[in-house]
T-cell receptor, first 115, second 110 residues
Framework: KAGVTQTPRYLIKTRGQQVTLSCSPI?????VSWYQQTPGQGLQFLFE???????NKGNFPGRFSGRQFSNSRSEMNVSTLELGDSALYLC??????????????FGPGTRLTVL | QKEVEQNSGPLSVPEGAIASLNCTYS??????FFWYRQYSGKSPELIMF????GDKEDGRFTAQLNKASQYVSLLIRDSQPSDSATYLC??????????FGTGTSLTVIP
């Protein structure tokens, strides 16, 4: 079974631009979560989607948004990029939301650099 | 605020020794506990999970959970240089939101 895929793998943008990242979960997985990882802050939770609905949201500004499509693929958008948005963005999928025994499996990540 | 604390390390052990990684969490409502391994430049990969108090063994790995002390640990027996990585502890509460620690860097010295 194919794993979680993320595109693109690398991105270079300039301040003020916007960016859209894509994530395709493992087949059959309905929950997709997004994380930002930086050396100083570790893995920070952005949001989680299940059945096209945002179920949980972390403490990030409104410039960070996401959505999920009917095939469970998810996109994350960051508008008005800032230098501090440079990070590895990770997507993780799990079988279903709402339960407490759902392992998350991570994609390879998108490395975003903001100049 | 739900917090997950890990000693950032670095933790160094000789090859063949037991590596012990520790994690504490702040919310007694925590229900699921996960250990991930992350190699430099790679994404986290799931090693094992534990839900009930006690020990859970999987090959060279043993997870230990003590809910009364709000403590979860990972033991790696017969450590190998390939185990050198950052180990992330994650905790879930009601729902599917994961809270991660900042990770412990492990180096296994040949």
């Amino acid at each position: 079974k194919a794993g979680v895929t993320q595109t693109p793998r690398y991105l270079i943008k300039t301040r003020g631009q916007q960016v859209t990242l894509s994530c395709s979960p493992i087949s059959g997985h309905r929950s997709v979560s997004w994380y930002q990882q930086t050396p100083g802050q570790g893995l920070q939770f952005l949001f989680e989607y299940f059945s096209e609905t945002q179920r949980n949201k972390g403490n990030f500004p409104g410039r960070f948004s996401g959505r999920q499509f009917s095939n469970s693929r998810s996109e994350m958008n960051v508008s008005t990029l800032e230098l501090g948005d440079s990070a590895l963005y990770l997507c993780a999928s799990s079988l279903e939301a709402g339960g407490n025994y759902n392992e998350q499996f991570f994609g390879p990540g998108t490395r975003l650099t903001v100049l | 605020q739900k917090e997950v604390e890990q000693n950032s390390g670095p933790l160094s052990v000789p090859e063949g020794a037991i590596a012990s990684l520790n994690c504490t969490y702040s919310d007694r409502g925590s229900q699921s506990f996960f250990w991930y391994r992350q190699y430099s430049g790679k994404s986290p990969e799931l090693i094992m999970f534990i839900y009930s108090n006690g020990d859970k063994e999987d090959g060279r790995f043993t997870a230990q959970l003590n809910k009364a002390s709000q403590y979860v640990s990972l033991l790696i027996r017969d450590s190998q240089p390939s185990d050198s990585a950052t180990y992330l502890c994650a905790v879930t509460y009601r729902g599917n939101q994961f809270y991660f620690g900042t990770g412990t860097s492990l180096t296994v010295i040949p």
